[in-house]
């Protein structure tokens, strides 16, 4: 990556850090809302990206990393970190479990697509039907504000908190695509033939690869339970976030380290827009989100960010 | 726990009933994919689609659901035609994986279009359907449900008339044998798979006549069909019109008895763990599928 890409970035998350002084709290939540989506999506980015292996079932992590966060301190009554940090890991547990029965049966293309969604939807008819999850009415996590409880009065805390973690899953990002790891799941993308032919083992490679997203989607699961206090079977295993996840990663840019940022924000910010202009009527963002995606695969394969280094390199030439 | 014979039985007719009009579904899939080797993710978003039509039709104009099949069949027909020769092809630039993602974007923007127009309300044909049932033996089946089956299988069986015999039903088939060659035996490959594409669409359509009488229709309606869709597509073998019937038949009694033994909100769940199962399992299908 580019010193300037390098650059643009950090700038861009100290421009966003210095949001919640000015802002107010409609802009912040915004911000909260947008990041979670971001973190997601980068999630989804590894996997679906780098890895070429497009999932429609990423809110299985997503609502795996917020019902086990919640459970276990109300059932338990365990310590919000510890919760949070136990979320993750079921989330890259779940993504373990998935990669290994779908990649074993070496499920690739449209075929993974479909049996990913097809395990969040267990997921989410299970937690919609048995008790422990609060089944159809949800579950609504006590609010107690204080650092000990990963609660905060401020909604500009969550807002950096966000930032912070877009910030270190970007670098990891960095790192591992500079890595031994990373071009091997390179390698698998463009042609997994070839990549086996050179050694590369596919199967390990691919479980790396999803239990490192899953675990990055579940993050963004446990953010939002602890945001938003609030969780049932459509929010946490809802098929809303396996697609604005894919939505913001591939309008971003595929494949790059900021599109999945980009495109979250972006995504958001046209959301707001078009409910700003268009009042009241449900699913009009929705719409432009649709056709966006049609039109991003048509005329911009590499996204927002690609679009932008295209243009940036056509006045360089000129 | 047991349940009486009578019960059992009932549940089984009323599943392969139901199951007719997914298998009918599942066709248009299962046509897409066999000549396209595409995943049309946009199958169940245009479903709902040709339900509203369906049930506008009928709202405002009077007429019967049935007599509404032949012109909803031709104006689906026509736009599957025109979205995949004018917009899905083009678009996707002849990658699996982008028809996937556009179909995807497509059922987005389609879905939530019917959303912003139609609200989230659901909607039922007027008029007594519900009430209109027939006598066989101790068990009472709904007529709008008998004519669904019949009906279903008749379109079915015109369809595999269609691509056995017919000039378009064999360049279909030589499309999905072998593009390439049927380009250089004068077959225009672009129109052939919006011709594919068109009569996919045309399926859903009929089928959107055959359900409403007993079903009823909201923007999300699709959703609830369209992995059912796949789960009878992969169970029958991608591209097999005998497959899907077969396959429809069969999930319809899966999903009846499951709502039966497990009660409605995890009666969907057999569906889906069939699905993943035959996937990881068994990829080609069960029912006389070739690899």
């Not at chain 1, 239990?211 to 946490?236: C, E, H, K, P, W």
């Not at chain 1, 700003?276 to 005329?299: C, N, Q």
Request: charge should be neutral; hydrophobic fraction near 60%; aromatic fraction near 10%.
């Amino acid at each position: 990556m580019k010193r300037s890409e390098w650059l643009f970035l950090v700038a861009l998350l100290a421009a966003l850090a210095l949001v919640p002084l000015l802002a107010s709290n409609l802009v912040i939540n915004f911000l909260v809302t947008a990041l979670i989506v971001a973190l997601a999506a980068l999630g989804w980015n590894i996997l679906g990206g780098l890895g070429g292996q497009i999932s429609f079932g990423h809110a299985a992590f997503f609502g795996t990393g917020a019902y086990v966060t919640e459970l276990l301190q109300l059932r338990l009554g365990a310590n919000a970190w510890a919760a949070a940090v136990a979320g993750i890991a079921a989330g890259a547990l779940v993504g373990l479990a998935i990669g290994a029965a779908v990649f074993r049966a070496r499920l690739r293309g449209s075929y993974f697509a479909l049996v990913t969604l097809a395990f969040a939807e267990v997921l989410r008819i299970l937690a919609n039907a048995l008790d422990v999850t609060g089944g159809a009415s949800g579950l609504l996590l006590p609010l107690q504000p204080g650092a000990a409880h990963f609660q905060f009065d401020q909604r500009s805390v969550f807002a950096w908190i966000g930032i912070a973690c877009v910030g270190a899953v970007l670098l990891l990002t960095r790192h591992m695509m500079n890595s031994r790891f990373g071009a091997h799941l390179a390698a698998v993308r463009e042609n997994e033939d070839a990549a086996r032919a050179l050694g590369v083992d596919i199967l390990a490679t691919k479980l790396r690869a999803i239990t490192l997203s899953a675990a990055i989607t579940a993050a963004a699961g446990v953010f939002y339970v602890q945001y938003f206090l609030y969780l049932d079977a459509n929010i946490g295993y809802g098929t809303w976030i396996s697609i604005e996840a894919l939505l913001a990663a591939i309008i971003g840019g595929v494949g790059t380290m900021a599109g999945p940022l980009i495109g979250a924000l972006a995504l958001h910010g046209l959301g707001e827009l078009t409910r700003g202009f268009a009042g009241s009527i449900t699913g009009i963002d929705l719409v432009i989100f649709g056709l966006l995606l049609v039109a991003a695969i048509a005329f911009a394969p590499a996204g927002i960010v690609g679009a932008w280094k295209r243009y940036v390199g056509g006045r360089r030439n000129a | 726990m047991t349940y009486p014979p009578e019960i059992v039985a009932e549940a089984v007719v009323g599943g392969l009933l139901t199951g007719s009009v997914y298998a009918l579904v599942a066709l248009g899939l299962t046509l897409v994919y066999g000549v396209l080797h595409i995943i049309n993710f946009a199958h169940g978003a245009l479903l709902t689609c040709a339900m509203f039509a369906v049930w506008a039709l009928v709202t405002f104009t009077g007429i019967s659901p049935y007599t509404a099949i032949i012109p909803l069949a031709v104006v689906f027909f026509a736009v599957g035609y025109v979205l995949q020769r004018y917009l899905i092809g083009p678009a996707s630039h002849g990658d699996d994986s982008n028809i996937l993602l556009v179909t995807l974007g497509l059922s987005i923007a389609i879905e939530n279009a019917l959303l912003a127009t139609f609200h989230a309300d659901t909607r039922n044909l007027d008029g007594d359907f519900g009430f209109q049932v027939v006598e066989i033996g101790p068990m009472l089946i709904s007529r709008p449900k008998l004519i669904g089956f019949a009906a279903s299988l008749i379109v079915a069986g015109l369809l595999w008339l269609l691509l056995k015999r017919t000039d378009t039903g064999r360049a279909i088939r030589a499309v999905a044998k072998e593009k390439l060659g049927a380009r250089l035996m004068g077959i225009e490959v672009g129109h052939i798979f919006g011709i594919t594409f068109g009569l996919g669409c045309a399926c859903l359509a009929v089928a959107a006549c055959l359900l409403m009488p007993s079903f009823y229709v909201n923007p999300r309606v699709g959703n609830a069909f369209v992995l059912v869709a796949f789960t009878i597509v992969v169970l029958g073998g991608m591209g097999s019109v005998p497959g899907a019937l077969l396959g429809g038949l069969f999930i319809g009694v899966v999903e009846s008895l499951g709502g039966l033994l497990l009660g409605d909100s995890l009666g969907q769940l057999g569906i889906f763990i069939i699905f993943i199962l035959v996937l990881l399992f068994r990829p080609t299908g069960l029912f006389g599928a070739r690899a």
